[in-house]
């Protein structure tokens, strides 16, 4: 059973930055593609970065030069890299295990909160 736990949320200031950690178990990391969630209050949630397992990236347009999604196979750990944060930023991000026809498991999330 692969496990996700997600750390490294908190309170911060617009234009500050923080990073994400994704720390996987329970299944060979190097094999599967990786995402990024979010979901703020009263919204669906959507997918905020992607990282293949070959590590080709995309982006959803609103945090294309301000997040950077990483991965180390040797650590089993997926990273969100978030600069210049806006308070729009503010939401629970989950990361997600990409399996053959979707999102196979999540991790419980961690809160980001973007004061202004």
């Known amino acids: 059973q692969v496990q996700l736990v997600e750390s490294g949320g908190g309170l911060v200031q617009a234009g500050g930055s923080l990073r994400l950690s994704c720390a996987a178990s329970g299944s060979i990391f190097a094999d599967h593609a990786m995402g990024w969630y979010r979901q703020a209050p009263g919204k669906e949630r959507e997918l905020v970065a992607a990282?293949?397992?070959?590590?080709?990236?995309d982006y959803t347009d609103s945090v294309k030069g301000r997040f950077t999604i990483s991965r180390d196979n040797a650590k089993n750990t997926l990273y969100l890299q978030m600069n210049s944060l806006k308070p729009e930023d503010t939401a629970v991000y989950y990361c997600?295990?990409?399996?053959?026809?979707?999102?196979?498991?999540w991790g419980q999330g961690t809160q980001v909160t973007v004061s202004s």
């Open positions: 997600a295990w990409g399996g053959d026809y979707g999102w196979d498991y």
């Open positions: 990282i293949s397992s070959g590590g080709t990236t």
